[in-house]
C-alpha cells in the first residue's frame, strides 16, 4: 500500500472540501477501497474517513413505515433490521448475500452503491424500493433517485466532493424477493442480481417494480416488465412475457463468469422466479 | 508519511501507539505489539485468517486500517483465556481436533466465539454457512464444525 494522508474530518462540509481535491478517496468500510490500495489499484494521496461525522449512520422508520438508512450504517445492520426484513426483503436478502459476516460488519451500505458494481448486492433491492439517494458536498444538497444514480460501471453522477449521506426508502411494496444467482454458498459475486417487489390489490398487481444487477453496464430497473404487469393477475403467461420483457431490458457482457446468453436467459428465468415469489409474501 | 497517534485497547490493554495511516489493523497487532496469534492470510478479506473482534464484532483485520481503530475495543485470540482458563470455544477445538495445521484456527475461534455471543442456538446449517468467511486449507471442516457446535452447547447450557 502507498502511503497516503489520512483525514478524519468530523463535519460534512470538511469532509465535502477535502474530498473535492485531487486524488482524494473516501473511506467508509474500508472493504473495497483497503484492497484496492494493496493492490495499488487505487493510490489516493488523501484517504479521508467519513466515520467520525455525527449522523451518517443508523437506521429509523417514520411512522409511515418509510425507513431511512445512513449511508455509514453497516450492511449487517441492514441485513438484521426487523423493518428492513419486514417492508424491503429483497434489500435485506441483498444485504445478506454481500461477502461473510466478518466483512458484512465492516462494509457499509453506502460503500456498496457508491463502489457503483454492476453487480452490487444492495442495488437491486434499493432499485425495487424506489430509495432516494440524499447527497451532500459543501455547496448544499440534493436527492437523486437510485436508477438515475449510476452513468456506467463505476461511474455516478456525483461530483467531485460530494459524499452519500442517506437513503430513503419510501413506503414500502407488500411483498419483494431478491435472488443472487451464483456458484458459491458465501463470499461469491453475483453472476446476476434480480429483485422484484410488488403490490397486489385483490389478486390484481397495483404495482410492480424490478430491479436486475449485474446484467447492464449500470444496475437497471425492468420498466417495459413492470408496465406489462400492472393492473392484471399473475397468471402463468404474464410471468412469461415479463420475464422475457425483462431479458429484452439487459445488455449483458459475456466474461470469465459466464457467458452473455446465459446472463440473459437466466434473466428471463429469475424475474418470473422473483416476481412469484414476491407476489406470494404479498399476498401472505 | 507522518505517523499519527493511536490509542487502541487490545485485549483490555490500552496501547498508545504512533503509526503510519497504511497500516493496516492487522500489521498493528502482528507487527507493532508483536501480538502474532492472529494470522495474515490472503490479506484481501476472502479467508478469515486474521479476523479480530473489533467493538463486539468480528471483522477480517486485513481491511481495517490501525488508525480507523483508534479509541475501539479489540480482542484477538491472545485475549480470550483468563486465568489460565481457556476460553470454552478454544478448549472444544482442542477436544474435539479442530485444527491440523492450525493457520486458520485463531480466525476460526474468533468468528465461532462472536457467532456463539450473538446467538448460541443456531443450527449445524446455520453455523456452517455464517463461518463461509473461514477458510481451512487442510479442509479440516468436520472437527471444527463439531468444535463450533460442543463450544456453543457448553455456553448455552453455563449461560
Given amino acids: 500500500?502507498?502511503?497516503?494522508?489520512?483525514f478524519e474530518p468530523t463535519t460534512l462540509a470538511e469532509a465535502s472540501r477535502l474530498f473535492a481535491q485531487e486524488h482524494a478517496q473516501l473511506l467508509a468500510g474500508g472493504t473495497d477501497i483497503i484492497i484496492g490500495m494493496k493492490a495499488l489499484t487505487e493510490t489516493p494521496q488523501s484517504v479521508i474517513s467519513l466515520q467520525k461525522i455525527p449522523g451518517l449512520a443508523g437506521i429509523t422508520t417514520e411512522a409511515d413505515n418509510s425507513i431511512s438508512i445512513g449511508a455509514m450504517a453497516k450492511v449487517r445492520e441492514v441485513e438484521l433490521s426487523e423493518d428492513i426484513q419486514q417492508h424491503h426483503t429483497a434489500l435485506a436478502e441483498g444485504a445478506s448475500e454481500i461477502g461473510s459476516i466478518q466483512i458484512r460488519n465492516l462494509a457499509t451500505i453506502g460503500g456498496n452503491i457508491a463502489h457503483a458494481s454492476p453487480a452490487a448486492d444492495t442495488v437491486a433491492g434499493l432499485l425495487v424500493a424506489d430509495a432516494q439517494v440524499d447527497i451532500a458536498s459543501a455547496d448544499g444538497e440534493r436527492t437523486v433517485p437510485i436508477n438515475e444514480l449510476f452513468t456506467g460501471p463505476g461511474q455516478t453522477v456525483l461530483t467531485p466532493g460530494?459524499?452519500?449521506?442517506?437513503?430513503r426508502l419510501p413506503s414500502p411494496a407488500s411483498g419483494s424477493y431478491y435472488i443472487k444467482h451464483k456458484i458459491r454458498e458465501v463470499m461469491d459475486l453475483a453472476f446476476i442480481g434480480v429483485a422484484?417487489?410488488?403490490?397486489?390489490?385483490?389478486?390484481t398487481i397495483t404495482d410492480a417494480r424490478i430491479g436486475l444487477a449485474a446484467v447492464a453496464p449500470t444496475p437497471i430497473r425492468a420498466t417495459e416488465a413492470e408496465d406489462l404487469l400492472k393492473g392484471k393477475a399473475l397468471t402463468p403467461e404474464l410471468l412469461e412475457q415479463a420475464g422475457e420483457a425483462a431479458a429484452a431490458a439487459s445488455s449483458p457482457i459475456s466474461d470469465l463468469r459466464c457467458s452473455a446468453e446465459h446472463r440473459r436467459e437466466m434473466v428471463d428465468v429469475l424475474t418470473r422466479r422473483t416476481l412469484r415469489q414476491a407476489s406470494e409474501r404479498a399476498s401472505g | 508519511?507522518?505517523?499519527?497517534?493511536?490509542?487502541?485497547?487490545?485485549?483490555g490493554d490500552e496501547h498508545d501507539l504512533l503509526i503510519e495511516p497504511r497500516k493496516t489493523l492487522l500489521a498493528v497487532l502482528r507487527d507493532t505489539i508483536g501480538l502474532t496469534g492472529t494470522k495474515e492470510?490472503?490479506?484481501?478479506?476472502?479467508?478469515?485468517?486474521?479476523?479480530?473482534i473489533l467493538d463486539g464484532k468480528a471483522v477480517t483485520s486485513c481491511m481495517v486500517?490501525?488508525?480507523?481503530?483508534?479509541?475501539k475495543e479489540i480482542t484477538t485470540i491472545e485475549g480470550l483465556a483468563s486465568d489460565g482458563e481457556l476460553h470454552p470455544v478454544q478448549q472444544a477445538f482442542i477436544e474435539t481436533g479442530g485444527y491440523q495445521c492450525g493457520f486458520c484456527t485463531p480466525g476460526f475461534i474468533m468468528a465461532s466465539k462472536a457467532l456463539i455471543d450473538e446467538n448460541p442456538d443456531r443450527t449445524e446449517e446455520e453455523f456452517r454457512h455464517a463461518l463461509g468467511g473461514n477458510i481451512c486449507r487442510c479442509t479440516g471442516y468436520t472437527k471444527i464444525l463439531e468444535a463450533v457446535l460442543k463450544a456453543a452447547e457448553e455456553i448455552r447450557t453455563t449461560a
Fill in chain 2, 65 to 71: 486500517l490501525g488508525v480507523t481503530a483508534s479509541g
Fill in chain 1, 1 to 6: 500500500m502507498k502511503s497516503f494522508e489520512f
Fill in chain 1, 162 to 167: 460530494e459524499i452519500i449521506t442517506r437513503f
Fill in chain 2, 41 to 52: 492470510g490472503c490479506s484481501t478479506g476472502d479467508c478469515g485468517a486474521c479476523t479480530v
Fill in chain 2, 1 to 11: 508519511m507522518a505517523k499519527l497517534p493511536v490509542s487502541l485497547t487490545i485485549n
Fill in chain 1, 196 to 203: 422484484a417487489a410488488i403490490n397486489v390489490d385483490n389478486g
